[in-house]
Nanobody
Framework: QVQLVEAGGGSVHAGGSLRLSCAASGYTYSSLCMGWFRQSPGKEREQVAAISSGGGVRYYADSVKGRFTVSRDNTQQTVALQMNTLKPEDTAIYYC????????????????????WGQGTQVTVSS
């Protein structure tokens, strides 16, 4: 069983930056594909980024490409999401998610593709 704990949410003005982190335990971390999702009120949960078990393959949603960067540290068993040039439309609860990486990490886009989830952290961007 994988346990995930996010940290780093908060409130910023548009144009600002935040860094989210997610600590994993309970599984061989270097075997996990890690994803970041977000959900705002009235909207479906959407994936914003993913990174393969070795870190060599990364995926970004078009809405965050060029502004967000996903990274991982397999020795510390953490994954991070650096968010720059934040916009009000980035306001959401952000979730860290994991799945065992059998390949195709960047193609795993749906929430149902990820069996393990953190509790979520709120990000609020004001205009």
């Amino acid at each position: 069983q994988v346990q995930l704990v996010e940290a780093g949410g908060g409130s910023v003005h548009a144009g600002g930056s935040l860094r989210l982190s997610c600590a994993a335990s309970g599984y061989t971390y270097s075997s996990l594909c890690m994803g970041w999702f977000r959900q705002s009120p009235g909207k479906e949960r959407e994936q914003v980024a993913a990174i393969s078990s070795g870190g060599g393959v990364r995926y970004y949603a078009d809405s965050v490409k060029g502004r967000f960067t996903v990274s991982r540290d397999n020795t510390q068993q953490t994954v991070a999401l650096q968010m720059n040039t934040l916009k009000p439309e980035d306001t959401a609860i952000y979730y860290c998610a994991a799945r065992v990486d059998y390949g195709g990490c960047a193609r795993a886009r749906k929430p149902s593709d990820f069996p393990y989830w953190g509790q979520g952290t709120q990000v609020t961007v004001s205009s």
